[in-house]
């Protein structure tokens, strides 16, 4: 596309960067992200949302050396997976859709569905075109499936890790859900082969369309409320070496839903693979 042609650029940096971990094992370079964007057009707009004291502070210089915007938002500490730097992201969004007419392509990287009604506004009622940019596995099918063109994150080299084939058909313990019972499960597989686990990295691993178990968004979510309800998901503030706080969860182990899943409490309603 020609130089004339203006991009706008919003990057959900949590999403984004704990892709990069969890999925490469490796720190995302804000030069490639922003490169990506250029191949669209000239990039008029580019900023990144994230609580940036839970991210090495060098974040904030590298992504301004690579002509990105960081939009630091204090995030909350309700224990849910809504973000409100997700919030701040969508009214930008819907900003520039209203004050930069001339912007053309809009690049969001993101996996999280809480964009599909900007996504399809976007195209509908203004007329352009939107592309989802998100690490393999972590984004969800809905989101892809209301924008223009999916163009995957992909770190050249490095092969993803997407969890699914390891996980085996849980057994099902009495009154708990086969759903219940797959996402504790994932959780399990997670919190011991990834660094970081944080609701929203659950959530788009539950939801991917490369997993096994591809849950829709709104059970997804329903489930996640509902453990750490339950206190299956435990949230907790974690001091890093620089002083920054991430907020992380840890699944309780003790729970009794959790020993009879993970122990493989045999019962007759156990579900055969097809």
Known sequence: MGEDHEVALFIDFENVRYGFLNTYGQEPDPHDLMAKARAYGRVAVASA???????????????????????????????????????????????????????????????????????????????KKVIIAAVPGTVSSDLVASADAEDPIILEGVEA???????????LPEGTTYEEAQLIRLIDYLEQNRP??????????????????RFTDDLASR?????????????????????????????????????????GRPTEDRPTEE
């Open 196 to 213: 970081y686990l944080t609701l929203n990295f659950i959530h788009s691993y539950a939801v991917s369309p490369t997993g096994r178990l």
């Open 49 to 127: 949302y994230a609580d940036f004291t839970e991210h090495p502070s060098y974040y904030r210089r590298t992504l301004e050396v690579a002509g990105i915007l960081p939009r630091d938002i204090p995030k909350r500490r309700t224990g849910s997976h809504k973000s409100s730097a997700d919030m701040v992201m969508l009214m930008d969004i819907v900003d520039c859709l209203l004050d930069r007419p001339s912007v053309e392509t809009y690049i969001l990287m993101t996996g999280d569905s809480d964009f599909i009604r900007v996504v399809t506004r976007a195209r509908h009622r203004f007329g």
């Open 161 to 171: 890790r997407v969890p699914g084939s390891a996980m085996d058909y849980p057994l």
């Open 223 to 263: 489930l996640l409320d509902r453990f750490i309800e339950q206190e299956i998901l435990i949230p907790y503030d974690k001091q890093l070496e620089d002083g920054r706080v991430v907020t992380n969860l840890y699944m309780n182990r003790e729970h009794t839903i959790c020993q009879q899943v993970l122990n």
